[in-house]
Nanobody, 113 residues
Framework: VQLQASGGGWVQAGGSLRLSCTSS????????MGWYRQAPGKQRELVAF???????DYANFVKGRFTISRDNAMNTLYLEMNNLQPEDTAVYYC????????WGQGTQVTVSS
């Protein structure tokens, strides 16, 4: 059972990316899920969270720029990222919390000024 994150890449400041997270063995319906990121030399931090009941919360530093969503039919979690800034450069991870804690392998996002 794995989570696979994809969609990262290189973008100039002000650009956009959409990250996706899928699974080969987990059902995303009614699960607590989130996107996290870890920049070099820093701790992993929460970016956006969607609860089992579809309540959504964002870190202050992404409010108004990032949007988390989930497509249960496609079993996919998304993170739409707009107006990206150099400080958004990090490895982005998806997470699912169910019987245990599942993490994706991470996808690199690099934003140049």
């Amino acid at each position: 059972v794995q989570l696979q994150a994809s969609g990262g890449g290189w973008v100039q400041a002000g650009g956009s990316l959409r990250l996706s997270c899928t699974s080969s063995g987990l059902d995303f319906s009614f699960k607590n899920m989130g996107w996290y990121r870890q920049a070099p030399g820093k701790q992993r931090e929460l970016v956006a969270f969607i609860s089992s009941g579809d309540s959504i919360d964002y870190a202050n530093f992404v409010k108004g720029r990032f949007t988390i969503s989930r497509d249960n039919a496609m079993n996919t979690l998304y993170l739409e990222m707009n107006n990206l800034q150099p400080e958004d450069t990090a490895v982005y991870y998806c997470r699912l919390i169910h019987d245990k804690d599942y993490w994706g392998q991470g996808t690199q996002v690099t934003v140049s000024s």
